[in-house]
């Protein structure tokens, strides 16, 4: 099946410093990743569309100008935690579907998450 | 507007009993519904969707239009079983995942 990467798996960064999260689909290409946030014992959160080519949707309640997320190509989309603060420590995870195979297009492969603590 | 509910966070039971994880939907149109599983330490995974009709691991899900759910059944289950389950609709955006709040299931010795 399609194969999604994140790097890095994770970091710990201090409070006021921004962290880039990468996003890769490794052999298909993906017009639409997403981005999702998980607190521990919480459910996955949608945090945002990314979309190559054109500007991320963001959910309601997330804030665009703190989680960047650029899709330059069709196989890597980043997300920028901006100035980070210890309550953006969580676990960050991708998905991307691959839409060329015919299977049906909605299932979703995702990526091994980021865990990111701010200290 | 589409939502999907998993109405128990936590279900314990014990190795060899029957398990059953509730997933209700409201979703206007044809539903095409998915489940997700999230083993410890690994990636979230695709574990059933319910076009395909298939049984994976034991675990089967049948749409119940009448009842709108998506309940994922597994007749025994096994250890290995524990992890966290999501039940998830796509929505009309396109193939966006919108969650369930997932269940813990918890399978003891």
């Known amino acids: 099946g399609a194969v999604v990467s994140q790097h890095p798996s994770w970091v710990i960064c201090k409070s006021g410093t921004s962290v880039k999260i990468e996003c890769r689909s490794l052999?298909?290409?993906?017009?639409?990743m997403f981005w999702y946030r998980q607190f521990p014992k919480q459910s996955l959160m949608l945090m945002a569309t990314?979309?190559?080519?054109?500007?991320?949707?963001?959910e309601q309640g997330v804030e665009k100008d703190k989680f960047l997320i650029n899709h330059a190509s069709l196989t890597l989309s980043t997300l920028t935690v901006t100035s980070a603060h210890p309550e953006d420590s969580s676990f960050y995870i991708c998905?991307?579907?691959?839409?060329?195979?015919?299977?049906?297009?909605?299932?979703?492969?995702f990526g091994p998450g980021t865990r990111l603590t701010v200290l | 507007a589409q939502r999907v509910t998993q109405p128990e966070k936590l279900l314990s039971v014990f190795k060899g009993a029957p398990v059953e994880l509730k997933c209700n939907y409201s979703?206007?149109?044809?539903?095409?519904l998915f489940w997700y599983v999230q083993y410890s330490r690994q990636r979230l995974q695709l574990l059933l969707r319910?076009?395909s009709r298939e049984s994976i691991k034991g675990f089967t899900a049948d749409l119940n239009k009448g009842e709108t759910s998506f309940h994922l059944k597994k007749p025994f289950a096994q250890e290995e079983d524990s992890a966290m389950y999501y039940c998830?609709?796509?929505?009309?955006?396109?193939?966006?995942?919108?969650f369930g709040g997932g269940t813990r299931l918890m399978v003891k010795p």
């Open positions: 998905s991307a579907s691959d839409l060329t195979t015919g299977d049906h297009t909605d299932t979703q492969y």
């Open positions: 052999d298909f290409q993906a017009t639409t």
């Open positions: 990314s979309n190559e080519g054109s500007k991320a949707t963001y």
């Open positions: 979703y206007s149109g044809s539903p095409e």
């Open positions: 319910h076009i």
């Open positions: 998830a609709p796509p929505n009309n955006a396109g193939n966006m995942l919108t």
